[in-house]
């Protein structure tokens, strides 16, 4: 069994709520900015790390919302070659911006971002961390 940690972040104000184009595999949907820990990368400082490098902005963390484990079973992943299931961890915490400007990725498994009202949010097409986590935040 493989296993896969990542960090992600909600970040709501008063533009509403930050999220990423994922588009990584045959499928693509709207998604937390986040992703994987480096080896040894303490969680709160990949999630830093990783909105920078999908969004632009600078976040500073207030606090760890929650975590999220879920097992794929090898017929489900969508990694070429993966012959068994994936367990992933993923920490969820709430961010703030505090610098930086918006802009795509460029050469990641994103490749957007965009700000999104609460309502639009309901009718994106959306991975389910999104929704999971928009209730561990209670928005």
Known sequence: MDLRVAAYAVIVDERGMLLAHWH??????????????EAGEDPADAVVREVREETGFEVTVEE???IHSRVIPARQRLAPGASGPLHTLRIVYRARVVGGD????????TDR??????????????VQLVDLAREMAGV
């Not at 918006?102 to 498994?109: F, I, K, N, Q």
């Not at 971002?113 to 959306?126: G, I, S």
């Open 102 to 109: 918006l802009r795509d990725e460029v050469g990641g498994s």
């Open 113 to 126: 971002a965009a700000w999104f009202t609460l309502d639009a949010v309901e009718r994106l097409h959306r």
């Open 24 to 37: 990584e595999g045959p499928r693509a949907a709207w998604t937390l900015p986040g992703g994987g820990l």
């Open 64 to 66: 760890l919302l929650g």
